[in-house]
């Protein structure tokens, strides 16, 4: 027996300011996108914006439902809003963001487990990775290479 070391990895920017400016500029794509969150639950409004291979970009958001389970994650509704309508445009990136009624969110809000998972399957078919930003309302700026280096010891079609 060994001890194996997988471990997620990314790089971590003290404000929104020191990205680059296309990054940047996606980043408020998403922050925009929170304003037309659906999320009267939680109270929580996440936006996502999509960087395509042909630079369009292409934003999502939650949409909550008084069924609690049956609402999105603003990352799913995007990715779906892509393969949906562009089943053959690769996606270069995702810019997440985040703002609550409840209190300010000066923490990077990483995709939830479910939603790296479907982001996976996208990266994994276009053989590209899928850039990761995501941050809070305020604060620092995660980005990570890959879905794949957010996602250790993932599960895709190939153990099928
Ligand atoms: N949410 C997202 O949109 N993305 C995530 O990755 C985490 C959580 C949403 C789901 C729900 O509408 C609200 O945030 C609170 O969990």
Redesign the pocket.
């Known amino acids: 027996m060994k001890k194996i070391n997988i471990a997620a990895s990314g790089y971590l920017y003290d404000s929104m300011d020191e990205l680059s400016d296309s990054d940047k500029k996606l980043m408020q794509a998403a922050i925009e996108a929170t304003k037309s969150?659906y999320?009267p639950?939680?109270n929580?409004n996440?936006g996502?914006a999509l960087l395509m291979e042909d630079d369009t970009v292409i934003t999502g958001?939650?949409?909550?439902n008084a069924a609690y389970p049956s609402?999105?994650?603003?990352?799913r509704v995007a990715i779906w809003k892509a393969g949906s309508s562009f089943p053959n445009k690769k996606v270069k990136k995702i810019a997440?963001s985040?703002i609550s009624n409840n209190k300010t969110v000066d923490k990077p809000?990483?995709?939830?487990g479910a939603?790296r998972q479907t982001l996976l399957e996208y990266e994994v078919n276009q053989e590209e990775p899928i850039e990761v930003l995501f941050m809070g309302e305020i604060g620092k700026v995660v980005k990570t290479e890959s879905i794949t280096s957010l996602l250790p010891f993932s599960f895709d079609s190939s153990y099928l």
């Open positions: 969150s999320a639950y939680s929580f996440v996502a958001n939650n949409q909550e609402g999105m994650c603003a990352e997440i985040a809000v990483g995709p939830c939603c």
